[in-house]
């Protein structure tokens, strides 16, 4: 089968949508059919360092997705590109029972901070949607697992899962801006390869008195719907 081109998908899909508004069909980060709906970015600037008060805890920044750049995705028709939109998490974000846990690889079972426990914060910055898990334990099976592939640079991506609330088509189908997203009971993950090449972060051991102005770094996305 031959794989059509962005023009042709998009005017494949500009007679078989019914409004612009419409959210992509069965969307998807690559071409097969039942891939995830993941849009990753590479994680940069990965590093740890001593704690100053020998606790030992890892300190994890980064960003789950980064607004405004665009990336590849697939939906029912073919490739299309997609946009999010700037401050489209916020209503999402401001919820007082947001429930996101950072997890490897979509895995929820393999959580390592969570917001419900104040081990994970999430926020929307000059950037796109920033992640910081301040005190990751080191003795927890998994961040034991994926510290030093991140130390290696072995593992350097991220993504996360979401539902898209609104969003819009171009006039020529081409691409589709995400203007809302609801992040509650999703997650944010460590992965291995990606889509988006526009984010990263940074993993770390905490010095003894960690300041909020460390929350800057890169990190991968993965948008499910």
Known sequence: MTTPTLAA??????QSVRQRADRPSQRRCAEQSG???AVRARLSGVQLRETGDGGGTLEFLGHATVYEQAYEMWDYFGPYTEIVTEGAGSESLARADLDVPLVLGH???RRMARTTTGTLL?????T???VHAPALDPADHDVAYIAPKLRAGLVDEMSFAFRIESGQWSPDYTEYRINRYDIHRGDVAIV???ANPHTGASLRQPAAAPTTSRARALLEIALAR
Do not use: F, M, P, V
């Not at 998908?9 to 500009?14: D, K, S, V």
């Not at 999430?122 to 000059?126: K, N, R, S, V």
């Open 9 to 14: 998908a998009a005017a494949t899909r500009a």
């Open 35 to 37: 891939s995830r709906a």
């Open 107 to 109: 895995d929820q079972l």
């Open 122 to 126: 999430l926020a929307e910055d000059g």
């Open 128 to 130: 796109g949607l920033s």
């Open 192 to 194: 291995g390869y990606g």
